[in-house]
């Protein structure tokens, strides 16, 4: 399965065990539908031995199939993918088989499809920012905007296209926010304290979203390890990078909000470390699939 770039950033964070993650979508996408297929059992499907083909209706990258397959199991059945997370699809072509008995299979439809299509969608939108920086050295993050419950689920499919994992929670890595600053500023000691507290409590990083040049200045003194430029267009986002490179070398920026296809190569080649794009996973399109039987 494809995992996105390897790791070379000491405080990136990990995903969840992916097999027990995925088991336990499994369980609550069925529970969903109730304990029984009424329509299934009334009409006889129960019994017969049966095959399902799921295929996509059009070009798409590959993700969620550990998820899909969970599912599968759960009711019994047996799925073999023929492709793997990350891969390229075209119209009309498999991506594996369902085996089992057909109530069952019938079952297990809607929920495998609806969870392969998110996960296709997500992995497909981010292959294409992906695509769009490539060779200028500037990484796909994704955000914390995902589906409720499923942060884990949306996260793979993002590294299935190729991105790369930024928070995955709170309680590892200090992001100062807009909201944070006017409660910064009673503090003593302020910033320079807060990522030496941090620091102590083993913190793996901090991060500073920042305006403007006096909160760049403030960030770099402190020893922050990223900024985060939020909603500037690139010219702008470029003098706030440029002096934070003048003041910390070592410092990584990050251009967030307002990032799309249409621009995000203007970010790459502004200085962007690293991009994080929140409507990779809170506006999913999703990928049209089928199960044929």
């Not at 993050?141 to 190729?162: E, I």
Request: with cysteine.
């Amino acid at each position: 399965m494809a995992e996105g770039p390897p790791d070379s950033e000491p405080h990136r964070e990990s995903l969840p065990d992916l097999l027990a993650a995925a088991r336990r979508v499994a369980q609550r996408v069925l529970a969903e539908d109730g304990p029984i297929d009424i329509t299934s059992e009334l009409v006889g499907a129960a019994g017969q031995a049966a095959v399902g083909t799921v295929r996509s209706g059009g070009e798409a990258t590959v993700a969620g199939l550990h998820y899909a397959a969970a599912v599968a199991r759960e009711v019994a059945c047996q799925p073999e993918w023929r492709v793997c997370d990350g891969d390229s699809v075209c119209a009309g072509e498999s991506l594996g088989v369902i085996r089992g008995d057909l109530g069952a299979i019938l079952r297990a439809e809607r929920p495998v499809l609806n969870l392969l299509q998110r996960a296709c969608g997500i992995a497909t939108e981010t292959r294409r920012f992906v695509e769009a920086v490539a060779g200028t050295g500037c990484r796909v993050l994704h955000t914390r905007k995902t589906a409720p419950g499923l942060r884990a689920f949306d996260v793979q499919a993002v590294l299935a296209g190729g991105g790369q994992l930024h928070r995955l929670g709170l309680e590892r890595v200090v992001l100062i926010k807009d909201n944070h600053w006017p409660v910064l500023a009673q503090r003593a000691g302020g910033l320079a304290s807060v990522c030496e507290d941090a620091r102590r409590r083993g913190v793996a990083a901090v991060y500073v979203e920042v305006e403007s040049e006096a909160q760049v200045e403030k960030a770099c003194q402190a020893g922050v390890d990223r900024l985060l430029v939020d909603n500037r267009p690139p010219e702008a986002f470029r003098l706030l990078a440029d002096l934070a490179r003048r003041l910390l070398p070592q410092i990584e920026v990050e251009a967030t909000g307002g990032i799309t296809l249409d621009n995000v190569r203007a970010y790459a080649e502004s200085g962007a470390d690293f991009v994080s794009i929140g409507a990779l996973t809170h506006s999913v399109r999703a990928v049209d699939l089928a199960l044929e039987l």
